[in-house]
């Protein structure tokens, strides 16, 4: 059973940190062609389209999730998916041209209307691919997910590559291609899910939003949490810090892939079973988690000093302080990655959202104190206490549901074996990949 999820694992993390090479790859593309200040106006305009998103999905895959036990219901959930993407979509896109036009260019101080306009153009896109990819999840075909992802990532950096090198990348390519990549994933994923739109359901679409509702406070503020840093600081700040602290997040952010990874394998058993054996359960994963959140972020911080100004320029040196300074609170993310999903079994929603408003609270109020003071640094140490909280009270509360000690959570020899044995994997996996890339390249050569 160890060696079964050990494996699973393994291929998870080999596929995530494939395309997160292909992304930090158009990231190193954009930061040097770009420089501090176009790539801090860049991720201010995909920062907004993709608030608007995660503010307007109205957690319709959450109510996908409940009525796929219906299966006279999946056809037209699978038509429906469609339907209210695109529909839902266009509305969210035209409620923040309305909201970014009255807040005005003080609040939010966008670079371009008409680049604006073009980032806007990915939220339907990006709304559709989320339904039609949880179907295909709930259809257990998560690989056409993977890769219709990979594969529009590639196209996206390989066009990016291609424009840098003939000197003819700039703001408006970049937010173009962006939203190209958006929804290149349909191309894919449409002929796989093969939705029939005569079998959409009106009636059913209207029970998923109402069922939607029910879960998003709790989802939005837990957006808002990961992302109000970013607006905050481009209302205080300049465009240069917005783009230092954006790759100092971007880079702190990659270390969450294997502790993703670990909790999608477990998420099944934890839905599984009585409460105890599930709560037993995910104390030994939240001490896995412990430790690959450990090891991945304090790596990521003893490489960052060397590896922000060889990869990305001296000009980006400034984002190796707040990078350290979100380090603590990624470290208590991932330690609590697991606990956070046992609590939904419990279906306490008002609860949920209590605390990730909370710490949504927190960190408002301690950005508006420390960014005056203390700029991108004090960003960073504000967001890192927010995560804090926000894992701290979710660790309390399973505590107090499960009844189990604070010590269960501590992790032992048993947690170390199996790190070891995961990334010995991993890196198999990924030595297997290069040798094989390596060997149909000399082979192309021969020919």
Known sequence: MVNSAARQVAHSITTRVTMLLVGATVSVAIARGLGPEGRGAYFVLVTIAITAISLGHLSVEQAQVCLWTRPEARAALAANSVVLGTLVGVLSALATVVVTSALGPDVVPVPSHGLLAVALLGIPLSMTVLYVNNILVLRSRIEWVNWSGLCAGAVHCVVLLSLAATGRLSLTWVVVMWVVSLGLPLAILIPVVRPRLRCRDLSLARRELGMGLRYHTG?????????????????????????????????????????????????????????????????????????????????????????????????????????????????????????????????????????????????????????????????????????????????????????????????????????????????????ARVRSRGQRDLAGDDR
Do not use: K
């Open 219 to 431: 989802l939005v503020s837990l957006f808002l949490l990961f992302r109000v840093d970013i607006l905050m600081l481009n209302a205080m700040m300049t465009h240069v810090a917005v783009g230092l602290y954006s790759l100092a997040a971007t880079l702190i952010e990659l270390t969450r892939v294997a502790v993703d990874s670990i909790a999608q394998v477990a998420l099944p058993r934890q839905m599984e079973g009585d409460q105890g054996s599930a709560a037993a359960f995910t104390a030994r994963t939240a001490r896995l988690t412990l430790l690959f959140a450990v090891a991945s972020v304090g790596l990521m911080c003893l490489a960052a000093p060397i590896l922000i100004p060889v990869v990305y320029g001296t000009a980006f040196a400034g984002s190796v302080a707040p990078l350290l300074g979100l380090a603590p609170g990624l470290v208590v993310l991932g330690a609590t990655r697991t606990v956070a999903a046992f609590l939904l079994r419990l279906d306490r929603p008002m609860l949920m959202s209590a605390i990730s408003v909370t710490a949504l609270v927190v960190n408002v109020v301690l950005n508006l104190a420390l960014i005056p003071a203390y700029g991108i640094v004090g960003c960073a140490v504000a967001s890192s206490i927010g995560y804090g909280v926000l894992g701290g009270l979710q660790v309390a509360w399973f505590l107090r549901a499960t009844g189990l000690p604070p010590r269960a959570l501590l992790p032992g020899r048993g947690e170390i074996r199996y790190l070891v044995a995961v990334s010995a994997r991993s890196a198999a996996a990924v030595t």
